[in-house]
C-alpha cells in the first residue's frame, strides 16, 4: 500500500516539468506571434511635405495675396485629412499616385473656423510615393470659375468708399502713397481727435445673391484700433435700408489678411442691393487711431 502511494506520487512529480515546458512553448508562441502581428501593422509610411500655397491671378481678379494656413490632401483613395502649413504627411500609399490639394483658409479671423475656400481651385499632381521618402509638393492654384468678382479696390489712384455715411467730411478713407501692401496706394482712416468715428460705405450698392450662395469679403489691413466690417441692405422697391455689422477686427501692428463670410447674413437681411461699409472709433488708448487696407474683393457664386 505503501509502495503504491509512493509509486503514484512520483508519476505526480514527473508530471509537472512536462505541464511547465508546455505552458512555457504555449507563451513563447503566444510572445512570438504577437510579435510578428505588431511588426505587420506597421508598415513604415512615405510621406508628403507641403511648406506653403501660391497662389496666382489674372489682370481681373486683383492681388495674388492670400493666407491659406492648411490644405486638405487625398493620395490615391486615401482621404489624408487637413493638416496645418507647413506639413509633413505620412501616407500608407506607394508608387505613382494622383495627389489632391485643397486651400484651406481661417474664416472671419475666427481660428477655430478653417474652412475649404470655395474660389480656390483644387491642385492636382501624380507624384511617386517611397516607402520611408519624403515627396516635396508645390501647390500652385489660382480662382476658379465660381468666383464672381464685384468689385477690386486696390486703391493704385482709385477709391470706391467715397459715401460719408457719419456726416463728418473730416473722416474719410483717403488714398495713401506712403503705407501700402503692395502696388502704389493704400485706403487710410486716421482719427486725432477724441470721440471721433468714422462711418464710410462704397459708393455704389452691388447686386448680391440671397439665396444661401458663398458670398465673401477679402481685405489686407493694419491697425491700432478696433474697427467694424458690415453692409447697408437696401430693398429697392421701398428704398428701405438696413445696416449689418459683420465682424469687428482688432489691432494688428503688421499686415494680415481676412476672409470675411457674408452669405448668410446677406440671405437673412430681405435686401436685394448691399453697400460694404467701414466703422472705426478713436481709441483713448491711442494718441491717434488709424486703419490701412489695400486689395478689398467682394466675391459671391
Same mark, same amino acid.
Given at each position: 500500500?505503501? %509502495?503504491?502511494?509512493?509509486?503514484?506520487?512520483?508519476?505526480?512529480?514527473?508530471?509537472?516539468?512536462?505541464?511547465?515546458?508546455?505552458?512555457?512553448?504555449?507563451?513563447?508562441?503566444?510572445?512570438?506571434?504577437?510579435?510578428?502581428?505588431?511588426?505587420?501593422?506597421?508598415?513604415?509610411?512615405?510621406?508628403?511635405?507641403?511648406?506653403?500655397?501660391?497662389? $496666382?491671378?489674372?489682370?481681373?481678379?486683383?492681388?495674388?495675396?492670400?493666407?491659406?494656413?492648411?490644405?486638405?490632401?487625398?493620395?490615391?483613395?486615401?482621404?489624408?485629412?487637413?493638416?496645418?502649413?507647413?506639413?509633413?504627411?505620412?501616407?500608407?500609399?506607394?508608387? $505613382?499616385?494622383?495627389?489632391?490639394?485643397?486651400?484651406?483658409?481661417?474664416?472671419?479671423?475666427?481660428?477655430?473656423?478653417?474652412?475649404?475656400?470655395?474660389?480656390?481651385?483644387?491642385?492636382?499632381?501624380?507624384?511617386? %510615393?517611397?516607402?520611408?521618402?519624403?515627396?516635396?509638393?508645390?501647390?500652385?492654384?489660382?480662382?476658379?470659375?465660381?468666383?464672381?468678382?464685384?468689385?477690386?479696390?486696390?486703391?493704385?489712384?482709385?477709391?470706391?468708399?467715397?459715401?460719408?455715411?457719419?456726416?463728418?467730411?473730416?473722416?474719410?478713407?483717403?488714398?495713401?502713397?506712403?503705407?501700402?501692401?503692395?502696388?502704389?496706394?493704400?485706403?487710410?482712416?486716421?482719427?486725432?481727435?477724441?470721440?471721433?468715428?468714422?462711418?464710410?460705405?462704397?459708393?455704389?450698392?452691388?447686386?448680391?445673391?440671397?439665396?444661401?450662395?458663398?458670398?465673401?469679403?477679402?481685405?489686407?489691413?493694419?491697425?491700432?484700433?478696433?474697427?467694424?466690417?458690415?453692409?447697408?441692405?437696401?430693398?429697392?422697391?421701398?428704398?428701405?435700408?438696413?445696416?449689418?455689422?459683420? %465682424?469687428?477686427?482688432?489691432?494688428?501692428?503688421?499686415?494680415?489678411?481676412?476672409?470675411?463670410?457674408?452669405?448668410?447674413?446677406?440671405?437673412?437681411?430681405?435686401?436685394?442691393?448691399?453697400?460694404?461699409?467701414?466703422?472705426?472709433?478713436?481709441?483713448?488708448?491711442?494718441?491717434?487711431?488709424?486703419?490701412?487696407?489695400?486689395?478689398?474683393?467682394?466675391?459671391?457664386?
Amino acid at each position: 500500500m505503501n %509502495l503504491f502511494t509512493k509509486n503514484n506520487n512520483k508519476n505526480s512529480r514527473r508530471a509537472k516539468p512536462s505541464t511547465l515546458a508546455f505552458l512555457f512553448f504555449a507563451l513563447l508562441l503566444a510572445s512570438t506571434t504577437w510579435q510578428s502581428c505588431d511588426l505587420e501593422e506597421e508598415p513604415i509610411p512615405s510621406y508628403i511635405q507641403i511648406d506653403t500655397v501660391l497662389v $496666382t491671378t489674372s489682370g481681373l481678379q486683383g492681388s495674388a495675396s492670400h493666407k491659406i494656413s492648411a490644405v486638405q490632401v487625398v493620395a490615391g483613395a486615401q482621404s489624408l485629412g487637413i493638416f496645418p502649413l507647413p506639413a509633413t504627411i505620412p501616407v500608407l500609399e506607394y508608387g $505613382t499616385q494622383n495627389i489632391a490639394v485643397d486651400p484651406i483658409v481661417i474664416e472671419s479671423g475666427i481660428s477655430a473656423i478653417r474652412e475649404l475656400y470655395p474660389f480656390y481651385t483644387r491642385y492636382t499632381v501624380a507624384g511617386d %510615393l517611397v516607402e520611408g521618402e519624403v515627396l516635396q509638393v508645390n501647390p500652385q492654384v489660382t480662382y476658379n470659375s465660381e468666383a464672381n468678382f464685384v468689385f477690386i479696390e486696390d486703391f493704385n489712384g482709385s477709391n470706391s468708399f467715397v459715401d460719408d455715411l457719419d456726416g463728418d467730411p473730416g473722416t474719410r478713407i483717403e488714398v495713401s502713397f506712403d503705407d501700402v501692401f503692395e502696388g502704389n496706394g493704400s485706403g487710410k482712416i486716421t482719427l486725432n481727435e477724441t470721440g471721433s468715428q468714422a462711418f464710410i460705405g462704397t459708393g455704389l450698392f452691388y447686386a448680391l445673391p440671397t439665396s444661401g450662395e458663398r458670398v465673401y469679403l477679402e481685405m489686407n489691413y493694419k491697425c491700432n484700433t478696433n474697427f467694424t466690417i458690415g453692409f447697408r441692405a437696401m430693398q429697392s422697391a421701398s428704398g428701405a435700408t438696413v445696416d449689418v455689422d459683420i %465682424l469687428t477686427l482688432i489691432p494688428r501692428e503688421e499686415w494680415n489678411k481676412i476672409y470675411v463670410s457674408l452669405n448668410q447674413e446677406v440671405s437673412a437681411s430681405n435686401g436685394d442691393r448691399f453697400q460694404i461699409y467701414i466703422k472705426m472709433n478713436k481709441s483713448d488708448d491711442v494718441g491717434f487711431s488709424e486703419l490701412v487696407m489695400d486689395n478689398i474683393k467682394l466675391i459671391h457664386q
